[in-house]
């Protein structure tokens, strides 16, 4: 497998704009989970879901941020619109119920840069 | 609501030494307790976890930790360092939701650099 792709790796954009993260979980896992990293907040979950239903979206910062999983093989994470303060780094993760779901499987990160 | 606090942001070894790494945590109820690191430029990748049974876990890559209640810690060791543990490490609580995903809250993560 693969594993967690993300893309892209590197997004640069200008405040205002719209960004979108996309995230392809492993085959087979049915947890999704979408994380943020920056110097001062460290690793902070944005929003998780199960089976493609989000669980919890209580660390979504604010209004402008939006994630979907429309089907088990993908999702997205939309900032709408981008302000400075959410540069960081966006990662997506996924797990499976029936093995050690606590066991996530990060992919390699979206670094967001908005100016 | 859980937390994990990491004792200092920055460790430096030398080469085949001790590794210490320390984490306390914070729960209400018996935690899971997890620790992960991260190489540069890729995602975490889980080390070790505890979760119930046997306090002394042992993870990959020679890393263990020891759950301790009665200190609320479970700081991550190794006998000796090797060049390539060069790596941030991040020591996450699990809030063990039954039926629920697997909600981790992680420390700010410690930085660790091995010296020859």
């Known amino acids: 497998d693969a594993g967690v792709i993300q893309s892209p790796r590197h997004e640069v954009t200008e405040m205002g704009q719209e960004v979108t993260l996309r995230c392809k979980p492993i085959s087979g896992h049915d947890y999704l989970f979408w994380y943020r990293q920056t110097m001062m907040r460290g690793l902070e979950l944005l929003i998780y879901?199960?089976?493609?239903?989000?669980?919890?979206d209580s660390g979504m910062p604010e209004d402008r941020f939006s994630a979907k999983m429309p089907n088990a093989s993908f999702s997205t994470l939309k900032i709408q619109p981008s302000e400075p303060r959410d540069s960081a780094v966006y990662f997506c993760a996924s797990s499976f119920t029936e093995g050690a779901r606590e066991k996530l499987f990060f992919g390699s990160g979206t670094q967001l840069s908005v100016l | 609501a859980q937390s994990v606090t990491q004792l200092g942001s920055h460790v430096s070894v030398s080469e085949g030494a001790l590794v210490l790494l320390r984490c306390n945590y914070s729960s209400s109820v018996p935690p899971y307790l997890f620790w992960y690191v991260q190489y540069p430029n890729q995602g975490l990748q889980l080390l070790l976890k505890?979760?119930?049974?046997?306090?002394l876990v042992k993870g990959i890559n020679g890393f263990e930790a020891e759950f301790k209640k009665s200190e609320t810690s479970f700081h991550l060791t190794k006998p000796s360092a090797h060049m390539s543990d060069a790596a941030e490490y991040f020591c996450a609580v699990s809030d063990r939701v039954t039926g629920g995903g697997n909600k981790l809250t992680f420390g700010t993560g410690t930085q660790l650099k091995v010296e020859l």
């Open positions: 505890y979760t119930t049974g046997a306090t």
């Open positions: 879901f199960n089976n493609n239903v989000p669980i919890d």
